[in-house]
């Protein structure tokens, strides 16, 4: 009877499986069978069998005894001394965690857009299997690193091409985003302050994120501790304007408080 009354390895959490596997990947970058067997409570056969759906979708590659993330393939590797490497690198594990926080956000059905930005380019690589998303973004490395994915449907706005930043800039950007309503945008900054807004450091760049920001229904700042009161030179929008602030857990209350007294959403991970 007992031996009856139990699950089997492939209905046991046979819908969360997959979820758990890829946020393991995204928190460790490296997983083995082993480990995913004694997280899971599955046997060998199911983690393999698992994975295996993964890789088809190109959500991860195997290894032997194990997976590890997918990587962009189909560009260049970022130069070691080019800009967005160094600021890809910089605060890595706090942003690899909004990331993850962000991602959980998204929604079957949803038409999302992300700026340009490390830490959006994490958000992008960490969304989960999702039906009907259509990912709408001005940035090139995004939506080449999710062209392979059959779930999703990528839509670049063109524009003139920011070569450091992989970003397109400019009234073909600006026009092309115009068209489209999202329900949901996540926006990269350089400095968020209660008092002075959004802000970076391209005038193109806080225009079009200004206009991504006016065509979605709900505004995500994704930003970690260090642009907390930080003020760059170009206002991308007021903070009244954003609805939720995910940062990292190196942020203290008195750097949040000035914006929760606001009326800003903070989540802290």
């Not at 690899?96 to 038409?111: F, Q, S």
């Not at 309503?181 to 926006?187: D, M, N, P, Q, S």
């Not at 304007?241 to 606001?262: M, R």
Request: hydrophobic share 40%; with cysteine; charged share 25%.
């Amino acid at each position: 009877m007992g031996v009856m009354s139990r699950r089997s390895d492939d209905t046991r959490n046979a819908n969360s499986r997959p979820d758990r596997i890829l946020r393991l990947l995204q928190e460790t970058g490296l997983v083995s069978i082993h480990q995913l067997c004694n997280d899971l409570d599955v046997s060998i056969a199911t983690v393999r069998r698992d994975l295996r759906h993964l890789e088809n979708q190109n959500l991860l590659r195997r290894t032997h005894g194990g997976a590890t993330c997918i990587e962009p393939l189909l560009y260049e590797p970022f130069r070691r001394d080019s800009s967005f490497q160094e600021q890809i690198e910089r605060c890595s594990d706090e942003k690899r965690k909004i990331a993850l926080a962000a991602a959980e956000l998204v929604e079957d059905g949803d038409t999302i857009a992300m700026t340009a930005g490390t830490t959006t380019t994490l958000v992008a690589r960490s969304i989960r299997q999702r039906q009907g998303v259509t990912v709408v973004t001005n940035t090139v490395n995004i939506a080449m690193e999710l062209s392979k994915r059959k779930d999703l449907a990528i839509f670049v706005t063109g524009g003139h091409l920011r070569g450091d930043w992989f970003s397109l800039v400019g009234s073909a950007a600006v026009q092309a985003m115009t068209r489209i309503y999202v329900e949901k945008v996540f926006i990269g900054v350089n400095g968020i302050d209660a008092e002075k807004g959004l802000t970076c450091f391209n005038p193109e760049e806080a225009a079009l994120n200004r206009t991504m920001i006016q065509q979605a229904r709900k505004k995500i700042v994704v930003a970690d501790h260090t642009k907390l009161g930080l003020v760059t030179s170009c206002l991308i929008c007021p903070l009244r304007e954003a609805d939720i602030l995910i940062t990292d857990s190196g942020a203290t209350d008195k750097a949040i408080e000035p914006f929760v007294q606001n009326g800003l959403e903070v989540r802290r991970v």
